[in-house]
């Protein structure tokens, strides 16, 4: 089983947040909200035939809070 683990996204639930936006971004080497295209995109890459040799993985989709 592999995971996608999702930073800070762009959707209505980080509405409340907005006004701190700025200090959280300063936590990441990509200083911006994530979109869900992005996280699909990993979707699909886990999906897919690509992803055969893989396994027990996380995916770090969170624009560098990690890094």
Do not use: H
Request: glycine fraction near 8%; charge should be negative.
């Amino acid at each position: 089983m592999n995971v996608i683990q999702a930073g800070l996204m762009d959707t209505d639930m980080a509405a409340p947040f907005k006004e701190a936006a700025p200090v959280m971004f300063s936590t990441l080497a990509i200083q911006r909200y994530g979109q869900l295209e992005e996280i699909a995109a990993g979707v699909v890459f886990l999906a897919s035939p690509a992803e055969s040799y893989i396994t027990g993985a996380v995916i770090d989709i969170e624009g560098g809070y990690s890094a």
